[in-house]
C-alpha cells in the first residue's frame, strides 16, 4: 500500500492509490463492448425512423431517439474509434471518459499534497465533491433552480489512464453554471515531462462560463471558455497573491500554441506555455471549516487501512445505473404482464399471442426476469462471473425482442421497445471500463480486506505485539 511522508515526518497512506494492477480486457469483455454499441446504433436508427411519422405521440421516440444517441451511441462509437487513432501516451491532453482529446494541461506543481491541499484553501478555493449519484442530482437541481452550490462536483477526465485524483474549484455569482475550476492529477513516480522536468502534480484549469450541449456527442455539459491561458493566469495569480512562498517557473512554448477543442466540442486556443508553481512548506495555519477539515484529511488517507480498502470499493455510477435500468426493463415487462392479466384474466407476460404454449413461455420469461435479478445483485456485490453472465443474457433478450419487434418471427411475442431500449443502455453501462474495473478490482480489494482484517484482529489479540 502507497505511503509517504509529510514535511512534518507523519507517514500518510494515500485512499484509491493501492497498486491494484487491472487486467486488460478479455476477448468476452471486448465482445460485449462491441456488440452493445451495435446494439446502441440499431436502437437509434430505429427511433429516428419511428419518430419521423409524425404523431403526437411521437415525441416520445424523438426523446429516447436523443437518450440514446448523445450517452450510449455517440459515446461508445467515439471511445471505440478513439482508442485506434488517440495516441496512449501523453500528449499534454486529458481524455474524456468516451476516449474524446478534452482539456489541455495547462498547469504543474512540485510539492506534497498536503502543501497542494493548503495553498488552494488558502487561495479561497474549494474542494469539489466526489460525482455520485447524490451530488450529479443536487447540481441538476442547483442548476435549473440557479441555486448555489460552492462543492459541485467536476466530470472525469483522464490523465495517465485514470481520473483526476480531486478537483478545486471557485463559483461565480453563487451560480454552479459559472465557476472557476481545476482538476489535478499526481504524476506517476519518477515520471519526467517532454524535455525531463520533473513535477509531481499535473493540472486543467478552465473557466465554465455556461450550460449547454455537447458538438460531439449532444449531452447537456459546462460550455468551457476558450481562452484557457485566462484560467490558468487566475490560478497562478491567486496562489502567488494568497499563499507566501509560491513561485512560479515558466516553462515558455512547452507545446505549439494552437487552436482547437475540448471533448465536450468547446473551442479552446493556447500560447503553449507551461508555469510550474513551487508549493511552499506546510505550516501550521488550520485549513478553515470543520467540513472541509474532515475531507481534506479523507483525500490524505488519514484513516486506518481497512477503512481505505473498503472505501476503494465503492460502486461507480455504472454499475448502480446497469441495475436500475434492468430492473426498470423488467419491471416494465411485469407491468404489461399485469396489463394484460387485467384485460384478459390471464398472466401472459411477454406473449401476446393466443397460443398453446403461451404459458409456458411466461413461465420462460418469468425465470428469466428472476434470474436477471440474482444476477444483478451478485454484480453489485462485484461478482466478475456474474457480469458476464448477465450481459450474455441481455444479449440473448436483446436479440429476441429485435428479433421479434421486426416480425421476422412466425408468431409475436409482444416485447417491447421501451424495455428493449433499458436493456440496450444496461448493456452498454455493464460492458463499460469502470463496470469490468470494479468487477476485477472488487474481488481483489476483498481479498485485501478480509487479510487487513485478520491482521487487525490478530494485533488486537496480541497484547505483546508479536508478528
Known amino acids: 500500500m502507497a505511503t ?24 468476452l469483455d471486448q465482445f460485449f463492448f462491441i456488440v452493445a454499441g451495435i446494439a446502441a446504433i440499431g436502437m437509434t436508427i430505429y427511433l429516428l425512423r419511428q419518430g419521423f411519422r409524425w404523431s403526437w405521440s411521437n415525441w416520445l421516440f424523438f426523446i429516447l431517439f436523443w437518450a440514446m444517441a448523445a450517452y450510449l451511441t455517440l459515446p461508445r462509437l467515439h471511445r471505440i474509434l478513439s482508442d485506434i487513432y488517440v495516441p496512449n501516451y501523453f500528449i499534454g491532453r486529458t481524455r474524456t471518459s468516451d476516449g474524446l482529446l478534452g482539456d489541455p494541461i495547462n498547469l504543474a506543481f512540485r510539492g506534497e499534497e498536503l502543501q497542494l491541499h493548503q495553498a488552494l484553501r488558502k487561495a479561497n478555493w474549494t474542494l469539489a465533491d466526489e460525482l455520485t449519484l447524490k451530488s450529479a442530482g443536487r447540481i441538476i437541481v442547483s442548476t435549473l433552480g440557479r441555486d448555489s452550490y460552492p462543492e459541485a462536483p467536476v466530470s472525469p477526465l483522464l490523465l495517465f489512464g485514470r481520473q483526476q485524483d ?17 482538476r489535478f492529477w499526481k504524476c506517476p513516480d519518477d515520471w519526467l515531462l517532454p524535455g525531463g522536468h520533473r513535477v509531481d502534480w499535473l493540472a486543467a484549469a478552465t473557466y465554465d462560463r455556461a450550460v449547454g450541449l455537447s458538438l460531439f456527442t449532444l449531452q447537456v455539459t ?18 502567488t497573491e494568497a499563499a507566501p512562498g509560491v513561485t512560479i517557473t515558466l516553462l515558455e512554448d512547452f507545446t505549439t500554441g494552437y487552436h482547437s477543442r475540448n471533448g465536450g466540442g468547446d473551442s479552446i486556443h493556447t500560447d503553449g506555455d507551461l508555469p510550474v508553481v513551487e508549493l511552499p512548506d506546510v505550516d501550521e495555519t488550520p485549513l478553515e471549516g470543520r467540513h472541509h477539515q474532515e475531507r481534506t484529511l479523507r483525500r490524505l488517507g488519514l484513516l486506518n487501512a481497512l477503512a481505505e480498502t473498503r472505501e476503494s470499493q465503492r460502486r461507480p455510477l455504472s454499475i448502480l445505473g446497469s441495475a436500475a435500468l434492468v430492473l426498470g426493463s423488467a419491471a416494465t415487462l411485469i407491468a404489461l404482464g399485469l396489463l394484460d392479466f387485467i384485460q384478459t384474466g390471464e398472466f401472459r407476460l411477454l406473449i401476446a399471442a393466443n397460443l398453446p404454449w403461451a404459458p409456458i413461455g411466461s413461465m420462460v420469461a418469468a425465470t428469466v426476469l428472476v434470474v436477471e435479478v440474482i444476477l444483478i445483485v451478485l454484480t453489485l456485490r462485484g461478482s466478475q462471473p456474474a457480469r458476464l453472465v448477465l450481459m450474455a443474457l441481455l444479449v440473448v433478450t436483446i436479440s429476441v425482442g429485435a428479433v421479434d419487434h421486426l416480425g421476422w418471427l412466425p408468431w409475436r411475442l409482444g416485447t417491447n421497445v421501451l424495455a428493449i431500449c433499458l ?17 476485477v478490482a472488487a474481488r481483489l480489494l476483498r481479498k485485501q480486506a478480509q487479510e487487513l482484517a485478520q491482521l487487525a484482529s490478530g494485533t488486537q489479540s496480541d497484547p505483546v505485539g508479536r508478528r
Open 4 to 27: 509517504r511522508t509529510d514535511p512534518r515526518g507523519i507517514t500518510r497512506r494515500r485512499p484509491g492509490r493501492m497498486k491494484i494492477r487491472i487486467p486488460e480486457a478479455g476477448p
Open 222 to 239: 459546462h460550455k468551457i471558455d476558450a481562452d484557457i491561458d485566462v484560467e490558468r493566469d487566475h490560478v497562478t495569480r491567486t496562489l
Open 423 to 439: 436493456q440496450i443502455a444496461g448493456l452498454m453501462m455493464l460492458s463499460s471500463h469502470s463496470s469490468r474495473e470494479y468487477a
Open 166 to 182: 480531486f478537483a478545486y474549484q471557485q463559483e461565480v455569482d453563487g451560480s454552479p453554471g459559472k465557476r472557476h475550476h481545476i
